[in-house]
């Protein structure tokens, strides 16, 4: 898999060190060391992943992915140099699809860049077919598995980042039954995780704004106090 890859990091040595492992590894590579140097490159270039590190000077790492994810659906991995549960909750809401921790294995990160980038590729744009035989209906939605997108009832396109495909995979699977926050880390893949982690919350609140499911009153995804979630659509999915 060829994976164009833009690299932001602003210190020098770590950022030469990625470059040059993912280009040994044959793979497309751009580099910055501001956020402002990458949306130029973002502006030219037809990139599959960021790898973003949060600390940077000027705007930061977060912000720039929150513009990012407002436009686009580009994968997006975050690299924070300390561990901070906040911090990587606060880049989960902010629209990114993994984090790592410094210092990291590069082959553990090629992995998940390879990952991420399958799951962006599923969601590009392309022409119809006349058969679709992976897609799951409940309420006034459908979820494309194979392509990873929700369609409404206008068949309006909401790409579904990583996470968000596989906490929905979840509950289509399981519609009706109430999941607690381990069983469904449990279903997530390739995501490490310690046990006060509040990674369900966050994927449960952007799946939720996609559904445009009221998060102070909803009927989709309800919360079971002390328990975890349910997933209660009108009309059941077929398994």
Same mark, same amino acid.
């Given at each position: ?26 793979? %497309?590579?751009? /580099? ?12 030219? %270039? ?5 790898? $973003? ?6 705007? #930061? ?11 686009? &659906? $580009?994968?997006?991995? $975050? ?13 989960? &809401? ?17 992995? @998940? ?34 392509? @990873?997108?929700?369609?409404? *009832? ?11 495909? %596989? ?7 399981? /519609?009706? %039954?109430?999941? /607690?926050? #381990?069983?469904?880390? #449990? ?13 369900? #919350?966050?994927?449960?609140?952007? $799946? @939720? @704004? ?5 998060? *102070? ?9 002390? *328990? ?12």
């Amino acid at each position: 898999m060829d994976i164009r890859i833009l690299i932001v990091e602003d210190d020098d040595t770590t950022r030469e060190c990625l470059v040059e492992y993912f280009k040994v590894e044959q793979h %497309q590579v751009f /580099s910055a060391q501001s956020a402002e140097a990458a949306e130029q490159i973002l502006s030219e %270039q037809n990139i599959d992943l960021v790898l $973003l590190d949060i600390r940077l000077p000027g705007k #930061d790492g977060l912000t720039l992915t929150r513009e990012l994810r407002a436009n686009s &659906e $580009l994968g997006i991995i $975050l690299v924070t140099g300390r561990q901070d549960e906040i911090e990587r909750i606060v880049g989960l &809401e902010c629209g990114a699809d993994d984090y790592v921790c410094k210092p990291f294995n590069p082959r553990e990160l090629l992995a @998940r860049a390879k990952n991420l980038t399958r799951r962006v590729r599923a969601t590009t744009p392309r022409v119809a077919t006349t058969t679709t035989t992976n897609i799951h209906q409940f309420d006034d939605w459908r979820v494309d598995l194979d392509r @990873r997108i929700l369609l409404d *009832a206008h068949d309006q396109q909401t790409p579904l980042t990583h996470g968000e495909y %596989q906490l929905l995979g979840a509950f289509l699977r399981h /519609s009706g %039954q109430t999941l /607690s926050r #381990d069983q469904l880390l #449990d279903q997530i893949k390739n995501r490490e995780w310690a046990p006060n982690d509040r990674t369900i #919350d966050v994927l449960v609140g952007r $799946l @939720r @704004r996609k559904l445009q499911d009221d998060p *102070a009153n909803p009927r989709i995804i309800l919360t079971v106090h002390g *328990a975890g979630y349910v997933f209660t659509p009108r009309s059941v999915p077929c398994h």
